[in-house]
């Protein structure tokens, strides 16, 4: 397999898929350019190499074809602002025309083609589709991790066409480097901190790191099915009746693995799910009806923060509460704060799913943990054991 490191791209015209699919103001403005930002270390090597890049990427789920809100041409100006070059723009990301633009584009200039989601052909993966991608182009490099599960044309179906000449960019070889580190060479104690609104989307990831994990930390509205299944009271906390049995065999195996499991001891509980509802402090496993735990509580984040405190691996996927709502944000950020703590006394920390990064940043703490994953549901699967179709592609093990 290629590495980028030691790949020159001297004289090679690269198709880079990467993941632009940014947030956008009303006035069609870049909210948030972190995705950008991910993929310019590897357009700088491919520039200063000497290369032409060629960078593809979906925006948006648009449904109907070509729609203005979901051009890509939106993001040119924070594309030009960030890496300091002229953009060149493909209105078409497939046909003739851009063909001759890839073939006109010469060494260190960019061309972004428009978004790759106005073919349906991408999300289904269709061979021909992937092949007007190609054309014209000496080297594929996937750099969208955000998308690596995904057998999308873009993604997965084009290194076809390039057998030798397919590499991971800088982005995703980090994110497979972090990942592998937390899941196979964890340094120990290692603690996964698992929240978020439902078990069944976690189950999965929570099965495998109970291999590996010493101390699994529940919070969110999942931690309900599993504090009901022990026979607790949990109001009219989100529960899913039907995980029931699925959270008592985690509790159990978790038990026969020696991973200890803690669930919150107390929750912040609202009579309506709401910003300004009433709210009180309650015992987890004795919710009132009429009431429902929206965060963890004072216990629950002191006793999380001191098993946080003392690991030296931490993987945190989900918040701890509705942490959209200020009144019920708090379990979140001081477990954001905690892993930022226990960080600078030199644990690993990893952080992924779009709302831990989300409250990872309200906190302004992104530079004070040790990696965000860029990828929320590629990470999940990752973590699961999964193969993702992306990354098997380059690899060659699919
Ligand atoms: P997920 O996408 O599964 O990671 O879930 C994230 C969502 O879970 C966020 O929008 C949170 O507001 C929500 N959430 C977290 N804790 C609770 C809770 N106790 N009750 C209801 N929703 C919650």
Known sequence: ??????????????????????????EL???????????????????????????????GRP???????????????ELERLTGMVVRFAPDCIGDETLEMKKDLKPGE?????????????????????????????VYVNDAFGTAHRAHASTTIIARFFPDEKLFGFLINSELENMDKVM????????????????????????????RVDNLIIGGGMAYTFIKARGGKIGNSLCEEDKLDVALDIIESAHEKN????????SVVADKFEAEADSRISASDSIDDGWMGLD????????????????????????????????????TSEIAKAIADATSSDAFSLIGGGDSVAAINKNKLADKVSYVSTGGGAMLEYMEGKVLPGIAAIRGDS
């Open 110 to 138: 960019i061309l972004l083609l428009e978004n790759l989601r106005f073919y349906k052909e991408e999300t289904k993966g269709d061979e021909e589709f992937a092949s007007r991608l190609a054309e014209g182009c000496d």
């Open 296 to 331: 963890i509580g004072q216990e629950a984040i002191k006793e999380y923060a001191g098993i946080i405190k003392r690991s030296k691996t931490i993987l945190w996927n989900g918040p701890m509460g509705v942490f959209e709502m200020e009144k019920f944000s708090k379990g």
């Open 259 to 266: 991973v200890e499991i803690f669930l919150p001891v107390d």
């Open 29 to 59: 403005k870049v909210t948030d350019n972190t995705r950008i930002k991910g993929a310019l270390p590897t357009i700088k090597k491919i520039v200063n190499d000497g290369g032409a890049v060629i960078l593809m990427s979906h925006l």
């Open 184 to 211: 196979h060479t964890s340094e120990k104690p290692f603690t996964a901190i698992m929240g978020g609104a439902k078990v069944s989307d976690k189950i999965l990831i929570i099965k495998n790191l109970l291999d």
């Open 1 to 26: 397999m290629k590495n980028i490191n030691s790949y020159s791209f001297e004289g090679e015209k690269a198709i880079v898929r990467v993941d632009f699919n940014v947030p956008l103001s009303t």
């Open 63 to 77: 449904k109907k074809g070509p729609e203005d809100e979901f051009s890509l041409k939106h993001v040119i100006p």
